[in-house]
């Protein structure tokens, strides 16, 4: 999966979405609200895409707009404007590995699932604007383009053609799935690179699009042995925990719990809230959580199960100080990860509650 992702983000780049949502964010916004609600939807569009680069690239892009504010106003609008969205884009995004995890181990198809988990992000996304309009209230000057019209009708032309690629994808993946029967992970890896290759020389842009991907996946590919020994590390701590015993605890608790479905689901948001505080990713804490659910998986794997581990396990991007997309922008803005964490905590609480809310009802069904 990590292999593959480049391709499909270098493909954001060379068609130039992500110049064209920058422009967007700022032209002719004069209220620091309607910028939060833009910052809010183009991270959203991005994120689905470029995943952990979207953070830095729109950090960068609000600069700009937002110098005349204090410090603090700039910190808690990019902390909540950005990590807010990815988290919720990522939450239906079929390229996360969260979701896709999630997927594989309740043995549940990403098309099931999708309606739901669409209604549930833009619930959040509504409820957050809603109370963004009342917090930012703040008068901007405004950012104008002699271009602003052909501007607008090229975001429009992007918008419509990453939406265009996204059901593509997400049709092809679901299709070579129910071929294969060998997963939705990977069904996705070994789509990434022929749906983006074709995207190209369908766009007319496959020189430029080798030019710069190869580089790009050269560059990225030389990263990957971070990510090689985190999952090394991370098997041999979970089999490790696995035979000693330790999280025995957990287990039964975990097992008695899934009589009682609605504890049994905050058991489980409450786990990976508290590994997240502790310094566990969440790769690790769905991993772990994988193997104490094992004995009971047969028996309560359902889309309810599904939605449950999907948003715990995606809560953390907004909250947890050690995961990547946090660090980078508490890197970006020079503020403490617990302080960030702790200005999205309530969020990432209501967005847990409610997902755990809708699973629970799902089960009468």
């Given at each position: ?17 992500d ?9 002719g916004v ?7 609600s833009?910052?809010f ?13 979207t ?14 504010f204090?410090k603090l ?11 807010r969205?990815?988290?919720?884009c ?42 963004s ?19 607008s ?7 419509s053609?990453?939406i ?36 190209a ?53 975990l ?12 058991l ?20 772990l ?23 715990s ?9 050690y995961n ?7 890197d ?16 990432a ?7 755990i ?8 069904f």
């Amino acid at each position: 999966m990590f292999l593959f992702l480049p391709f499909i983000n270098s493909l954001i780049r060379v068609g130039g979405y992500d110049k064209s949502l920058s422009l967007f964010l700022e032209q002719g916004v004069t209220k620091l609200k309607k910028l939060y609600s833009r910052s809010f939807l183009v991270t959203h569009l991005l994120g689905l895409f470029l995943n952990i680069a979207t953070i830095p690239l729109l950090s960068r892009s609000l600069d700009r707009t937002l110098n005349q504010f204090p410090k603090l106003t700039i910190d808690k609008f990019k902390t909540q404007s950005l990590l807010r969205s990815y988290a919720l884009c990522l939450s239906w995004s079929p390229m996360e590995i969260m979701v896709s995890i999630s997927l594989d181990m309740t043995n549940n198809k990403y098309l099931h699932i999708l309606p739901i988990l669409l209604f549930i992000a833009f619930l959040l996304m509504a409820i957050d604007l809603l109370f963004s309009s009342s917090r930012y209230q703040e008068d901007i000057e405004a950012y104008n383009s002699d271009n602003s019209a052909s501007s607008s009708r090229r975001m429009r032309k992007k918008v419509s053609e990453m939406i265009i690629l996204l059901i593509i994808f997400i049709s092809a993946v679901s299709v070579l799935e129910n071929i294969l029967n060998k997963g939705y992970l990977f069904s996705i890896v070994l789509l990434l690179l022929p749906i983006s290759v074709g995207w190209a020389i369908i766009n007319r842009r496959t020189r430029r699009y080798f030019q710069i991907t190869i580089p790009h996946w050269i560059e990225r590919t030389n990263n990957l042995p971070n990510y090689f020994f985190m999952f090394l590390s991370a098997g041999f701590f979970v089999a490790m925990l696995s035979y000693s015993g330790h999280l025995d605890f957990l287990q039964k608790a975990l097992i008695d719990s899934s009589q009682h479905t609605l504890l049994f689901f905050g058991l489980i948001g409450c786990y990976f809230f508290v590994t997240a505080l502790i310094g566990f990713h969440p790769l690790v804490s769905i991993t772990l959580i994988a193997e104490l659910l094992q004995p009971i998986l047969p028996a309560v794997s359902s889309i309810s199960l599904t939605l449950v581990l999907i948003a715990s396990s995606v809560a953390t991007i907004m909250y947890s100080p050690y995961n990547l997309s946090l660090s980078i922008l508490a890197d970006i803005i020079k503020v403490n990860p617990y302080r960030i964490g702790l200005w999205n905590i309530p969020f990432a609480l209501l967005y847990m509650g409610i997902a755990i809310g809708i699973a629970y009802l799902l089960t009468f069904f």
